[in-house]
């Protein structure tokens, strides 16, 4: 994906040109679970509590605990307040406990945004390569002989959640385009619960495709270039806003505010500036609120939705 300019710490504006089935193979996503939460045990409400609670999906990228404990440090010191960080397995747990105000504000999928939207409040978009936009792939087995989309019919494809964006609805979307459905076109389809889990999925042949965003992929390209050589994309979908920072409604309005500063001043801080360079960002960026009407206008058409 092309470098499409600097962080903006203000609002961003785009350039001009700026461009289940199957038993064991269920088990083996589960096992896999970079980011393996633990069950949805009910927290305290906001107003009960002085600390922060920020929550995380398996669109973190690292479960590296150095990495969990810098940045609880940074957004403590930043915030003034004791901040935990909130792990769980799947977008749609994270989502209940932001939605119920059980946590004050989390990183989830920019689809689980625009489906809850009037419970949340758009905090800030991470900055990748320049912009807040990633891209949804369709990849494959390097040693396969699949040149397109269509040579996968009748095969296994991994999906990374049922609430993902790029790791889901994006590929049923094309599929949709072409008077597919997902069913029909493949043979069968699991969820790996976790970007980096597809692509192992795919590396290792348990699936002969799978749907996964380019952030990861490219990422672990640097970090497991063995693993990812096994794997090579086969479409790459258009340009769509990245996985927001998103907090309750039930949020101190002040708390919310401070926590977007925190966020947007990570490159001028040391520690910010390590924990960005982990997660290969470049920071993060104020955005408007339509930036994820694409993926709404998606969700519309694949789900018939007014």
């Not at 403590?76 to 004050?104: C, F, H, S």
């Not at 625009?114 to 087995?141: C, E, K, M």
Request: some cysteine.
């Amino acid at each position: 994906m092309s470098t499409n300019g600097q962080v903006a710490k203000a609002a961003y504006r785009p350039r001009p040109d700026s461009s289940q089935q199957g038993i064991d193979r269920r088990a083996f996503g589960l096992g896999l679970a970079g980011l393996a939460g633990t069950a949805l045990f009910p927290l305290p409400a906001i107003a009960a509590r002085s600390e922060v609670r920020f929550g995380l999906t398996p669109v973190f990228l690292d479960s590296d605990i150095r990495l969990i404990a810098d940045l609880e440090a940074y957004l403590g010191a930043r915030l003034a307040r004791p901040v935990t960080l909130v792990k769980r397995r799947t977008y749609m747990e994270i989502t209940a406990l932001l939605v119920a105000g059980q946590i004050d504000a989390a990183w989830i999928c920019g689809l689980p945004f625009i489906r809850h939207r009037d419970a949340l409040r758009l905090v800030a978009a991470p900055v990748y390569r320049g912009a807040p936009h990633y891209r949804s792939l369709i990849i494959t087995r390097s040693d396969t002989g699949f040149e397109e989309v269509e040579d996968l019919r009748g095969t296994i494809h991994a999906f990374s959640d049922p609430q993902s964006n790029s790791g889901k609805l994006v590929t049923q979307a094309f599929l949709a385009e072409k008077g597919e459905t997902v069913s029909d076109f493949f043979a069968d389809t699991f969820y790996a619960y976790g970007h980096r889990n597809v692509i192992r999925a795919v590396a290792s042949g348990l699936a002969q495709s799978g749907s996964v965003e380019n952030y990861v992929w490219e990422v672990m390209r640097d970090i497991e270039p063995d693993l990812i050589a096994r794997t090579r994309v086969l479409r790459r979908s258009e340009a769509m806003g990245f996985p927001p920072v998103a907090a309750s409604l039930q949020a101190d309005p002040a708390l919310v505010d401070a926590l977007r500063e925190a966020l947007l001043a990570m490159p001028e801080d040391d520690r910010g500036q390590h924990i960005l360079k982990t997660l290969r960002l470049d920071g993060f960026a104020r955005v408007p609120s339509d930036h994820y009407d694409q993926i709404a206008g998606t969700w519309r058409m694949v789900h018939g939705a007014g």
